[in-house]
């Protein structure tokens, strides 16, 4: 039955893929968050302690600036004024770090879970290095997570993260398969750091991943080969590491705000000869708020 479900899950999200407002929505509330790789880290994670209400909706705004793809030069604004929902379940949750989670397995100290990321699209006019090039689309990932709890405290605690996901790309139109990534994450949480309802995270993630993912960033085609770009063929392997540091602050029952650094550390990766990999270092910072509205009167035991 539970594997059943877990299909059952995954069918909905390609059925929504097409739907570019509700996937704007769902994305800008939870999985573009540059911190979305930090599953139990994360600034924008799913509060499951005990007396939260069962659902909530509201309000969702955060800027970001960060690069338009894994090592390149040029940077990206977006702002995100969207609505948000969550779900908190025993076996679905929706509205955490991975936008949606189907809880196969949940210990005190383990859990097996299936999730879902995504990050924004670019526009190849708005990088050098990239003009006349096809735009970067919409990218998501789905796959299984297994998170093991390395260390805990009264107010701390620190997990191994182990993601395994398919990737894909849209325009909407169509969806193609980009591959697969393998990202093994250290995350670690700090609860009413420094002060009361202020909560800590930082993680480290390096990330691996198949010859399709890599050749989504790094390829360079005959047809597109100019002065500043010779032909590349990218090949899998590893991708690059994120550092992520992330702060989350309630300031009351209804409204929180988070702000954040991620450091990606591209050097080393498999593909630093490709004309398209521009830089050792990138950074990615956001700032926002969540504000809800409307919750429920039955609260999570």
């Known amino acids: 039955m539970k594997i059943i479900c877990k299909f059952m899950l995954i069918a909905k999200v390609k ?12 994305i800008g509330t939870a999985s573009v968050s540059p911190f979305s790789a930090a599953n139990q880290g994360s600034a924008l994670g799913l509060d499951l302690s005990q007396g ?39 076996k679905i949750r929706i509205g955490d770090e991975s936008l949606i ?16 990321g995504g990050a924004f699209n670019a526009d190849s006019e708005d990088s050098k290095i990239r003009q006349g090039m096809p735009d ?31 990737v894909f790309s849209t325009d909407f139109s169509a969806v193609q398969q980009r591959g697969y990534v393998f990202q093994p994450e250290i995350s670690y949480k700090k609860h009413d750091f420094v002060v009361a309802d202020n909560t800590l ?3 480290i993630a ?10 989504y960033f790094y390829d360079v085609e005959q047809a597109y080969v100019n002065d500043e770009r010779e032909f590349y063929q990218a090949n899998g392997g590893y991708l690059g590491s994120k550092v992520t540091i992330a702060n989350r602050y309630s300031v009351n029952k209804r409204l929180m705000v988070f702000a954040g650094v991620q450091l990606g550390v591209w050097a080393g990766a498999k593909n630093e000869a490709s004309p398209l990999f521009q830089q050792d270092l990138t950074y990615t910072v956001a700032l926002g708020l969540k ?7 039955t609260v999570v035991d």
């Open 52 to 90: 939260k209400p069962l659902w909530e909706a509201g309000l969702f705004s955060a800027a970001f600036r960060g690069p338009i793809y894994p090592a390149s030069e040029d940077y990206q604004n977006k702002f995100l004024p969207v609505p948000f929902f969550i779900y908190r379940g025993d």
């Open 206 to 215: 390096p990330t691996f991943a198949t010859a399709k993912t890599h050749q």
């Open 291 to 297: 504000w809800s509205i409307f919750s429920s009167s």
């Open 101 to 116: 989670k189907a809880i196969a397995v949940e210990k005190e100290t383990f859990k097996l879970d299936v999730s879902l």
């Open 15 to 26: 059925a929504f893929v097409r739907q570019p407002l509700l996937l704007i929505t769902l």
């Open 201 to 203: 995270f930082l993680a």
């Open 136 to 166: 970067l689309d919409f990218m998501f990932e789905i796959g299984p997570q297994a998170s093991f709890l390395l260390a805990e405290s009264e107010h701390s605690e620190t997990w191994l993260n182990l993601q395994l996901r398919s």
